[in-house]
T-cell receptor, first 112, second 109 residues
């Protein structure tokens, strides 16, 4: 089992560029989510999904879009990158939103 | 404001020196508290879930306990491989998780 797979591992963008962070899980989990992790702060929820075709905003959704067309995939799109989006991004999945989370290995994003 | 605070921010111990990490919270309607371990360059890895005051969970050298306002992660006779950042997260009544900033634990051989 691969678990939760995130790509890319590292990415450098220029201000205004767009990109998609990929996330896939092979555990048939209904719940998937995206977090950002910044130094000295707790993980902050960007967007989440409770099943295919259903997404909702988390604590810090501005500047990000998501879609969930399949159970396995939950990509995160940065529409127009800003330096404030420099962070480490984690995708996570679980059987249910109240259950333990399984995390990917993260994407370190720098926006110049 | 609902908050989760972890202390200390960093803790350096000698191998074999037992200690505790703290996670205090001010959320109302606690539904559960999670502990995770995070190694550098990796995603958090689940350790424990606690649901009610008085509950305890153990795994190897780690024991997690929960009161009405805080949780402790006790580490007994730690080894260098226990070095990591330990995160706690509180699940409260609106079905959201609030995460603490973590405690970086360093165990020196």
């Amino acid at each position: 089992n691969a678990g939760v797979t995130q790509t890319p591992k590292f990415q450098v963008l220029k201000t205004g560029q767009s990109m998609t962070l990929q996330c896939a899980q092979d555990m048939n989990h209904e719940y998937m989510s995206w977090y950002r992790q910044d130094p000295g702060m707790g993980l902050r929820l960007i967007h989440y999904s409770v099943g295919a075709g259903i997404t909702d905003q988390g604590e810090v959704p501005n500047g990000y879009n998501v879609s969930r067309s399949t159970t396995e995939d939950f990509p995160l799109r940065l529409l127009s990158a800003a330096p404030s989006q420099t962070s480490v991004y984690f995708c996570a999945s679980s059987l249910d939103r109240a259950e333990k989370l399984f995390f990917g290995s993260g994407t370190q994003l720098s926006v110049l | 404001e609902d908050q989760v605070t972890q202390s200390p921010e960093a803790l350096r111990l000698q191998e074999g020196e037992s200690s505790s990490l703290n996670c205090s919270y001010t959320v109302s309607g606690l539904r559960g508290l999670f502990w995770y371990r995070q190694d550098p360059g990796k995603g958090p890895e689940f350790l424990f879930t606690l649901y009610s005051a008085g509950e305890e969970k153990e795994k190897e050298r780690l024991k997690a306990t929960l009161t009405k306002k805080e949780s402790f992660l006790h580490i007994t006779a730690p080894k260098p491989e226990d070095s990591a950042t330990y995160l706690c997260a509180v699940w409260w009544s609106n079905y959201q998780l609030i995460w603490g900033a973590g405690t970086k634990l360093i165990i020196k051989p």
